[in-house]
């Protein structure tokens, strides 16, 4: 191996320590650009044979519930102790006022979360009344992180010199600010519309295979496919399962070929004005949040204001060869789990 310089060194130690760490994050820790990070961090898995760990994290519950209890007259703590021990439940708090017990619960669906207040709460025993309603979004330490993250963005954003640099850290935080395992995001309309030679200009793409990118692109010139749609009629759109939705009939089996699951797409816009478009895919079926769409509407709107600086630019970027042979590929910023 050879010997490591000191940036190589310091960006090692923050992977060693972290693995999970997004490359936006290192280049702030390091002071350097996202676009250097993913250059070393290439060059130390290459030709150092570094490795970077895998960590399998509990997926979020889909639905959490909270719950205000009024508790019959000496049954406070009987009720307090029997909601305590029910699986769903992550904490029970006993308060001053109104309502005697405040129940937290986590859910795979809004269905097992009703179920589960009809069954332990309306209809059971030493409960007078109650109330309950839906988390929608916990703000904490660590969701203000991600706003922090977002700025971080903002600031990166600034600073590109062309509009592949821009989109490729478009790519990044759409993967790792909002956990999309792929993304397609494009300047403008000519991925559909441009020369044949041209085609991959003003666009980039994570976890897709060039030849997904490209059939969508020929067959969107000759029928009502969901994605081109998108792009020409700037609709959002979400899509629990595009392998069985019948949106995305047309493509079974490029859908089935790439395998993902849910997928999300929406027009990127200054103002009044279409900039381009940006799809996330889920390799899993995932439930459409509040939260999510408001995320990605954020990040759309943050890179449309970044395009204004470019205007509809098309670029020489020469493809990578991961693109040139049709194999799914990272453009340097697969995310690390």
Same mark, same amino acid.
């Given at each position: 191996?050879?010997?490591?310089?000191?940036?190589?060194?310091?960006?090692?130690?923050?992977?060693?320590?972290?693995?999970?760490?997004?490359?936006?994050?290192?280049?702030? %820790?390091?002071?350097?650009?996202?676009?250097?990070?993913?250059?070393?961090?290439?060059?130390?898995?290459?030709?150092?044979?570094?490795?970077?760990?895998?960590?399998?994290?509990?997926?979020?519950?889909?639905?959490?519930?909270?719950?205000?209890?009024?508790?019959?007259?000496?049954?406070?703590?009987?009720?307090?102790?029997?909601?305590?021990?029910?699986?769903?439940?992550?904490?029970?708090?006993?308060?001053?006022?109104?309502?005697?017990?405040?129940?937290?619960?986590?859910?795979?669906?809004?269905?097992?979360?009703?179920?589960?207040?009809?069954?332990?709460?309306?209809?059971?025993?030493?409960?007078?009344?109650?109330?309950?309603?839906?988390?929608?979004?916990?703000?904490?330490?660590?969701?203000?992180?991600?706003?922090?993250?977002?700025?971080?963005?903002?600031?990166?954003?600034?600073?590109?010199?062309?509009?592949?640099?821009?989109?490729?850290?478009?790519?990044?935080?759409?993967?790792?600010?909002?956990?999309?395992?792929?993304?397609?995001?494009?300047?403008?309309?000519?991925?559909?519309?441009?020369?044949?030679?041209?085609?991959?200009?003003?666009?980039?793409?994570?976890?897709?295979?060039?030849?997904?990118?490209?059939?969508?692109?020929?067959?969107?010139?000759?029928?009502?496919?969901?994605?081109?749609?998108?792009?020409? %009629? %700037?609709?959002?759109?979400?899509?629990?399962?595009?392998?069985?939705?019948?949106?995305?009939?047309?493509?079974?089996?490029?859908?089935?070929?790439?395998?993902? %699951?849910?997928?999300?797409?929406?027009?990127?816009?200054?103002?009044?004005?279409?900039?381009?478009?940006?799809?996330?895919?889920?390799?899993?079926?995932?439930?459409?949040?509040?939260?999510?769409?408001?995320?990605?509407?954020?990040?759309?709107?943050?890179?449309?204001?970044?395009?204004?600086?470019?205007?509809?630019?098309?670029?020489?970027?020469?493809?990578?060869?991961?693109?040139?042979?049709?194999?799914?590929?990272?453009?340097?910023?697969?995310?690390?789990?």
């Amino acid at each position: 191996m050879s010997e490591l310089d000191p940036l190589d060194q310091r960006i090692f130690g923050l992977l060693a320590e972290n693995g999970r760490m997004s490359n936006l994050e290192l280049a702030g %820790h390091v002071g350097v650009s996202e676009k250097t990070v993913r250059q070393r961090i290439r060059r130390l898995t290459e030709r150092d044979g570094m490795r970077i760990g895998a960590t399998l994290a509990r997926s979020a519950a889909r639905s959490r519930l909270i719950v205000l209890v009024r508790a019959e007259s000496g049954q406070r703590f009987a009720v307090a102790h029997r909601l305590s021990a029910l699986p769903e439940v992550d904490e029970v708090h006993m308060t001053t006022g109104n309502w005697e017990l405040i129940v937290m619960a986590s859910f795979n669906s809004d269905s097992d979360a009703l179920t589960f207040y009809v069954n332990h709460v309306e209809r059971a025993a030493g409960i007078d009344d109650s109330r309950s309603t839906h988390i929608v979004e916990t703000i904490s330490s660590k969701t203000g992180e991600s706003a922090a993250a977002f700025e971080q963005f903002g600031v990166r954003a600034s600073s590109a010199e062309s509009l592949p640099e821009l989109l490729d850290l478009v790519c990044d935080a759409a993967t790792e600010l909002l956990g999309a395992d792929r993304v397609h995001v494009s300047a403008d309309d000519s991925w559909l519309t441009g020369p044949d030679a041209s085609w991959t200009k003003s666009m980039r793409w994570r976890g897709l295979s060039s030849r997904y990118v490209e059939e969508i692109r020929m067959m969107g010139r000759d029928s009502a496919l969901t994605v081109p749609n998108v792009v020409r %009629h %700037h609709q959002h759109l979400f899509v629990a399962d595009a392998q069985t939705d019948p949106l995305f009939e047309s493509i079974s089996h490029l859908v089935a070929s790439e395998g993902y %699951h849910s997928w999300f797409g929406m027009p990127v816009r200054n103002g009044d004005t279409l900039r381009g478009t940006l799809c996330l895919y889920w390799n899993g079926i995932i439930t459409y949040r509040e939260d999510l769409g408001i995320r990605s509407q954020e990040l759309a709107d943050m890179l449309g204001k970044h395009l204004a600086r470019f205007g509809n630019e098309q670029t020489d970027a020469v493809p990578e060869e991961s693109e040139l042979t049709g194999a799914s590929h990272d453009r340097g910023g697969t995310p690390r789990t």
